[in-house]
């Protein structure tokens, strides 16, 4: 295999980092997971990812949100209700969550039999 330059590395590495600066933490591509499959509520959200601090949630959603990955919707009630989903540009990670799950399960297999 040859050396590539300096260039075609950084034309590899630059996307690659601005991705990963978007869905990188332990839980962002999980609470994608979980609002995509039915958990629109802060609570709902929560309760499906084991160990997740609300701090921590509160703070991802807001990545998300930021990013346009989700969306927060405020309906106006008592009391007020607060849902998020995700946006059709969330499906886009669609491919890359799938192909994660799959390496994921190789990988187990392949280190610990399972």
């Known amino acids: 295999m040859s050396k590539v330059s300096h260039t075609e590395c950084s034309s ?13 933490g332990k839980w962002k591509l ?6 995509s499959s039915g958990n629109h509520r802060f609570r709902e959200i929560e309760r499906s990812i084991p ?11 807001k990545d ?11 309906f106006d009630e008592s009391p007020v209700i607060v849902e998020y989903t995700t946006t059709p540009y969330a499906a886009s ?11 994921g399960i190789n990988h187990r297999k392949k280190i610990i039999g399972q």
């Open 93 to 103: 990670l669609g491919n890359v969550i799938k192909e994660l799950r799959d390496w």
């Open 12 to 24: 590899s590495i630059l996307p690659v980092r601005d991705a990963l600066d978007v869905i990188s």
């Open 64 to 74: 998300l949100e930021e990013h346009t990955l989700i969306k927060r919707t405020v």
């Open 30 to 35: 999980m609470i994608l997971i979980s609002i």
């Open 51 to 61: 160990k997740i601090t609300s701090k921590v949630l509160a703070k991802d959603l």
